[in-house]
């Protein structure tokens, strides 16, 4: 019942602040109301148990990733949005593009819902403490998808160092 | 009922209260140790000794005007020393104060909380507070506090990645994340992971100089060329909240030091027999008193060394303490495998 109550309340509290993240008239404000959306994120994860989930969601992306954006955003100033934006049909367009998709992503989770079975809790018993469970499976079930990522993020680093440097 | 609800929230009063009358005293510590490092007297016209010093700071904080600047972002600018203080303060909840104490019959750990991922939740909720730190500077509108933020920001990202490195250490040595947990290690290996992790503590000291805008890393307050850093506009309460946060955050790292570095609530040398009779002192008792220790080098490096140029700063992160700390990471897990644990 307080774990259902929790879970509602804070998924009210995260689209609502996700919305004012798109309707908010100033750049700054939309970002600290993505922060605000992270940490409800991050609520519903520990309603979910999944305590180290929420601990890396507050860090990567409250505390690592947005703080990047609030630098750009700083620094450009922000104050009217560029011609290509500007232009309303372009804009209605992209927007019907992107909803579709997101529309179909989310018809294919409730199919994959009903079709799927039930998962037990991974990694078996919960002797685990909820760390150990995330470092097993990623090194055992999702390996290879694991390993990809980090080589992707490899790549992506030494790329932002060799854009930066102006003589190499 | 009462486990769940009362317990902790008197356990929160309590850790709160405890920390702001610590915070206004170390105020008072660190004038007093500079002057006596300078051979002067220090604050002296308060009480005896400058003891009530403190109190008089406080008050006249409270009566001092708070002025917002007319070209402020007012909401931003309210909420910015708020949003450095909260993280600061939450942070507490994980840190074990002591064992557990027996009163009124019952058990109380002396930890508000014991998270699984209790050295994570601390790294996580200390990044937060630099967005206190940005839009402070930014919503104040003006260029002193803007350039000062964004010096302090930058800092803190760049050093964070270096004392996150030296937790995974710890973390390896301890093999726990719960900071009770690591704890526990220590008692079980019978040594402080201090002398296991002599590299890692070093740069976690560095780390945590550079995490706090303490001397000689505290470029973002640099008088001489900033005016008074990111809240140069803040004035009264406000002010004083920025100011709250940072010994706050002293104190913050100072406590994870003692628990990851100095066997936390344990007396030295926990495993031996000879010294069996240092568990008579309570163990709250051995917390506060590393956790003074490591408070008094910060002073004492304070009155000492002079302050970094901003360049120096970036070299010593980027190209010394992280590829010292990765290094030890890498050193750490050989050693443990080769040793089988």
Partial sequence: ?168 | MIDLIVIPLLQIVFVLTGVLIVVMYLVLLERKIQAWVQVRFGPMRVGPHGILQPVADVLKLFVKEDITPVKADKWIYTAAPIIVLVPALIAFAVIPFGSSVSLFGKKISLAIADVNVGLLYIVAVASLGVYGIILGGWSSNSKYPLLASLRASAQLVSYEVAVTLTFVSVILSAGTLSMVGIVNAQYNSGVWFLFVQPVAFVIYMIGGLAETNRSPFDLPEAESELVGGFHTEYSGMRFALFFLAEYTNMIIVSSVATTLFFGGWLPPFPNLKALAFLYYVPSWIWFTLKTFLILYLFLWIRATLPRYRYDQLMRVGWKVLIPLALANIVVTGVVKVLLGR
């Avoid at chain 1, 940490?39 to 505390?63: D, E, P, S, T």
Wanted: aromatic share 12%; net charge neutral.
């Fill in chain 1, 1 to 168: 019942m307080g774990e259902q109550l929790a879970f509602y309340a804070l998924s009210a509290l995260i689209l609502g602040c996700a919305v004012i993240v798109i309707t908010a008239p100033s750049a700054v404000y939309a970002i600290l109301f993505l922060v605000l959306d992270f940490l409800f994120v991050a609520g519903l994860y520990v309603v979910l148990h999944a305590q180290f989930v929420a601990v890396i969601q507050v860090l990567v992306y409250a505390g690592g990733i947005v703080i990047l954006y609030l630098f750009v955003v700083m620094l450009v100033n922000l104050k009217r949005p560029p011609e290509a934006q500007r232009d309303r049909r372009r804009r209605s367009r992209l927007g019907v593009a992107l909803s579709a998709v997101v529309l179909v992503e989310f018809a294919a989770i409730a199919l994959y819902g009903y079709v799927a079975p039930e998962a037990g809790p991974a990694g078996g018993g919960l002797s685990f403490s909820n760390v150990e469970r995330v470092g097993w499976l990623l090194y055992t079930d999702y390996l290879v998808p694991f390993e990809l990522a980090s080589m992707l993020l490899l790549v992506a680093m030494i790329g932002a160092i060799v854009l930066a440097r102006r003589e190499l």
